[in-house]
């Protein structure tokens, strides 16, 4: 009888034993996920390779005398739904002209405004051809995180520069995100990117005057993907 009593007793030392080696083990492979998961946080952004995968979808807009920026923000069987600037297509859509110039690289392209937002400064150009599209953020970026502007300053089609979000402001009734990124006239209607390759805002406007820089404006993008286009939206 006593044999019998020792051999369970073995048996089940041996039964827990087992079982706290597998929670050992699992305690192991969660603490690997996570130290994994800490070092992809802390990896620096890949800005050249975002801006190589960003710029298929950024266009130069000819409209008269004026140029800007624009990037894909819809596609269908149709074609393609760019977004820029309103003050770039201004005086062409004030003098009942709807059709502008979309160079994209080595081709251009005839567009058509036909959607514009003059009071948040927000027009939709829409071309035949199938363009790649970028995605949107869910929600606004954090004060402080890393931006890319991409762009045609003067005419400079594939410019990239960095910055970080300096601030949210209100100007006019109208919400803006300021930014540190330089931009130039020609930028106006192009992209700011941030670290995971989705648009953020619209490039508008910066401040100038003696003493002034890095002070540059751009529409949140959930303003444009609220009412004037169909957004793809990716989250965090």
Excluded at 37 to 46: C, K, L, N, Q, S
Excluded at 77 to 99: M, P
Excluded at 196 to 215: H, N, T, Y
């Amino acid at each position: 009888m006593a044999v019998a009593v020792i051999a369970v007793v073995w048996h089940s030392q041996i039964a827990l034993e087992d079982s706290v080696g597998a929670q050992q083990r699992t305690i192991a492979q969660l603490n690997a996920r996570v130290a994994s998961v800490e070092r992809g946080e802390r990896a620096p952004t890949d800005w050249p390779s975002i801006a190589a995968s960003v710029e298929q979808s950024v266009v130069t807009i000819e409209a008269g005398d004026f140029g800007g920026s624009g990037w894909v923000a819809h596609v269908s069987a149709s074609g393609s739904d760019i977004i820029t600037n309103f003050h770039v297509v201004e005086n062409t859509w004030a003098a009942g002209n709807a059709t502008v110039r979309v160079r994209r690289r080595d081709s251009t392209i005839d567009g058509t405004v036909v959607r514009v937002d003059a009071r948040n400064d927000i027009a939709v150009i829409h071309v035949k051809e199938r363009l790649p599209v970028l995605s949107t953020a869910a929600s606004r970026p954090s004060l402080g995180s890393a931006v890319m502007a991409v762009g045609s300053p003067l005419g400079l089609d594939g410019t990239v520069t960095l910055g970080v979000v300096s601030g949210f402001r209100s100007l006019e009734g109208s919400d803006y995100i300021q930014f540190s990124a330089p931009i130039s006239p020609g930028n106006s209607g192009g992209p700011v990117i941030d670290s995971q390759g989705r648009v953020v805002a619209v490039a508008s406007a910066k401040l100038v005057g003696a003493g002034i820089e890095a002070l540059s404006l751009a529409i949140p993008v959930q303003t444009v993907c609220l009412s004037l286009v169909s957004c793809t939206l990716r989250g965090s």
